[in-house]
């Protein structure tokens, strides 16, 4: 098992490197820049602010430099300034040594501040919503699955079923703003809008208190971005489970006089959650990242509303970094996955 997690980690570097590529090819590709104006600026400022950010480099040697911030520390006995262009998102001192790691840049758009610095200001955000809805699909939807498949054809199943396709069908667009004007505004049960951590965070992203405070913010949020999620994993336990309970070794174990309970928790569920411990991962990545539409409706500062302006507003380095750190949460959201196959099923090996 170590030499195949060493051998992912490596695997990882290649397909952060090849993401980054094509994002940089990309987004050099489409039509535009990040100065450009319905009024066109001066050629002089074009080319001073062209200078500043080195966008008039070849493009090679515009991705070589920012693979070289990114991807690869840098060991140096000088401290750390509060310079923009040396911002990285990892320092750390061993004795009189800094090792500095993860420059992912200035903004183009928000000239004071740093990539990082969106980053350390809304991606925690991002992630504890994102945590939240996942915590939120997984406990609705894992007991309707069970449920659904243990009581098949029967008024349990058909109502499990039927929550799920309303989780399908109805997006967060939609139940968003009915919880808002529900319980925000004409009941006024729960803030409308807002967040309530602020930091500083525990471990860069963990909220330092779990008050009420805290969760009269979260509620609408995370069940309105977790009930899509849920659905799908309800019925991929439900098929699943429904599946695995046919195998011929839990016919052997009621055979063996087991208990019905200990044939399911014990032996059935626990070789059933193999797909839907697969589609986790990537669902994972993607919540903690940040979701556009959820925040936007609640008004949650994340990172959805950054990556997409970004987009429109062609800043590079915003998009290539916020790119490359969901590649990075799915790459290692994936290897998780990869593990936990292990545990659930032991005839999976990996040396």
């Known amino acids: 098992m170590g030499r195949y997690i060493v051998r992912r980690l490596l695997y990882m570097m290649v397909v952060i490197l ?19 104006r319905e009024k066109a600026l001066p050629a002089a400022t074009l080319k001073i602010l062209e200078e500043r950010y080195h966008l008039d480099d070849p493009l090679w040697k515009q991705y070589v430099d920012y693979i070289n911030n990114v991807l690869i520390p840098h060991i140096t006995t000088t401290p750390p300034s509060t310079a923009l262009a040396d911002d990285c998102l990892v320092n750390i001192k061993i004795g009189k040594v800094w090792i500095r790691w993860m420059n992912f840049g200035p903004s183009y758009k928000s000239r004071s501040r740093t990539v ?3 980053f350390r200001d809304n991606l925690p955000i991002s992630a504890q919503l994102g945590t939240m809805a996942l915590l939120v699909s997984v406990s609705i939807g894992m007991p309707l699955g069970i449920l659904a498949a243990l009581k098949q054809n029967t008024i349990w199943d058909y109502v499990g079923m039927s929550i799920s396709i309303i ?3 109805v997006p967060v667009i939609v139940s968003g703003p009915i919880f808002v004007w529900l319980f925000g505004v004409a009941l006024k049960w729960l803030p409308p809008t807002g967040w309530g951590a602020k930091p500083p965070y525990i471990l860069g992203f963990l909220p330092s208190t779990l008050g009420w405070d805290f969760f009269k913010f979260a509620i609408m949020p995370s069940i309105a971005l977790g009930l899509g999620a849920s659905a799908i994993i309800a019925r991929l336990t439900r098929a699943s489970l429904l599946q695995t309970v046919r195998e011929d070794y839990i016919r052997t174990a009621r055979a063996k006089g087991l208990h019905e309970r200990v044939v399911i928790t014990r032996h059935a569920l626990k070789n059933s959650l193999i797909p ?30 950054y990556f997409v302006t970004s987009i429109t507003n062609r ?4 998009i290539m970094g916020t790119i490359l750190l969901y590649a990075v949460f799915l790459v290692i959201a994936n290897l998780l996955v990869d593990i936990m196959y292990a545990y659930l099923d032991p005839r999976i090996r990996y040396d």
């Open 18 to 36: 090849v993401v980054s590529i094509i994002t940089f090819g990309l987004m050099h590709a489409i039509p535009g820049g990040p100065f450009s």
């Open 116 to 118: 990082n610095d969106i």
């Open 167 to 169: 989780g399908v069908s």
């Open 276 to 305: 839907v411990v697969t589609i986790l991962g990537p669902l994972f990545a993607g919540l903690v990242t940040g979701t556009f539409v959820t925040e936007l409706i609640f008004g949650i500062p994340g990172m959805g509303k």
């Open 315 to 318: 800043d590079y380095p915003v």
